[in-house]
């Protein structure tokens, strides 16, 4: 490691020849050829509440009623 690293001190541009370069290009582009454009799907309130109501049993905070806790907030 030590001679890598003096080979790239004596010839500095080394250090810039490939960095145009994008890691994992491939899987990137993979990635957006498989992306679809579309909404995201709607899920049911009720889940949500389900998940709030078990939260709230383990989560202090949860239950007690304070300016900026969740019943402060709309749930539109």
């Known amino acids: 490691m030590k001679d890598v690293l003096e080979l790239i001190e004596k010839n500095p541009g080394l250090e810039k020849m490939n960095s145009e370069i994008v890691s994992n290009h491939g899987y990137y582009k993979s ?44 749930t539109g």
């Open 31 to 74: 990635l957006f050829d498989e992306a679809r454009a579309a909404a995201a799907p709607r899920r049911p309130i009720e889940k949500s509440k389900a998940w709030l109501e078990r939260a709230a049993k383990v989560i202090p905070v949860l239950r007690r009623p304070s300016a900026k806790g969740l019943t402060s907030m709309s």
